[in-house]
């Protein structure tokens, strides 16, 4: 894998840009909520994968079960977020592990 | 151009420097995602739950080339999307390129904006001022001594 190359353009359809701005609304809401409702997930969440959409938690088993929370259950909420919850709350290091 | 990025706190208790964005997935459709500002990450990784999503038409990567950190080296694809990110003025930002994406959900539990992007700004990571910013012209820093 060589050193990559990114292109960086500007979009000038206001329409898209309107539909951004909307979606990132979203997604910093639900941002927001899960930073005050941490104590609510967890130790629950761990080792599992949360989903955070409409202002509301579900723990999932796997990313495809959170997905399909968030399809049926906020399938309006496209700045829903879906995470994985690490077991262990030590210190990190991000970098990737085994 | 400048973007402002998030101090956020996480599961363990601990703030850390998060850029909102959205990636374009193969339906068309945008996908929320909080990337960890990581400028010492040579490559920005997606993270596997955010490639279930997005179910884009992914590639190996050449034979010999791995994705390794400190744990050691982990299994990953290579996609070509758009990252995009929404400029303090309004104004929408794409970054087109191609991202490495682990493989197992279980590997990394966010993705992370390496220097493939980041090396297209100056960036900004003040805890003090609670500041994270990505600059590039017609924005710039300036520092000053009291």
């Not at chain 1, 979009?11 to 899960?34: G, P």
């Not at chain 1, 599992?48 to 723990?59: C, P």
């Not at chain 2, 850029?19 to 400028?39: C, H, P, Q, W, Y």
């Amino acid at each position: 894998m060589s050193e990559p190359a990114c292109s960086i353009e500007d979009v000038s359809d206001a329409h898209e840009t309107a539909r951004v701005q909307s979606q990132d609304a979203r997604h910093r809401r639900n941002n927001a909520w899960l930073q005050t409702h941490w104590d609510a997930v967890l130790p629950q969440a761990r080792g599992k994968f949360l989903a955070v959409a409409g202002q509301e938690a579900f723990i999932a088993q796997t990313p495809e079960e959170a997905w399909a929370w968030v399809d049926t259950t906020h399938p309006e909420d496209d700045g829903a977020i879906v995470q994985y919850i690490r077991p262990e709350a030590g210190p990190r290091i991000y970098a990737s592990h085994r | 151009m400048q973007v402002t990025g998030e101090w956020q706190l996480r599961d363990d208790g601990v703030v850390r420097p998060i850029m909102r964005a959205k990636v374009l997935g193969s339906a068309g459709t945008l996908a929320s995602e909080n990337f960890l500002i990581d400028s010492g990450a040579d490559r920005t990784v997606l993270s596997a739950v955010l490639l279930a999503r997005l179910q884009l038409p992914t590639q190996n990567a050449d034979p010999g080339v791995t994705l390794s950190g400190i744990g050691g080296t982990s299994e990953f694809v290579l996609v070509t999307t758009v990252i995009a990110l929404m400029r303090d003025d309004g104004v929408l930002v794409r970054i087109r390129g191609e991202f490495a994406g682990f493989t197992d959900p279980k590997t990394l539990d966010m993705s992370v904006l390496g220097r493939d992007v980041l090396g297209n700004f100056d960036l900004i990571i003040g805890r003090h001022r609670n500041e994270i910013l990505l600059l590039a012209p017609r924005h710039r820093y300036r520092i000053d001594r009291e």
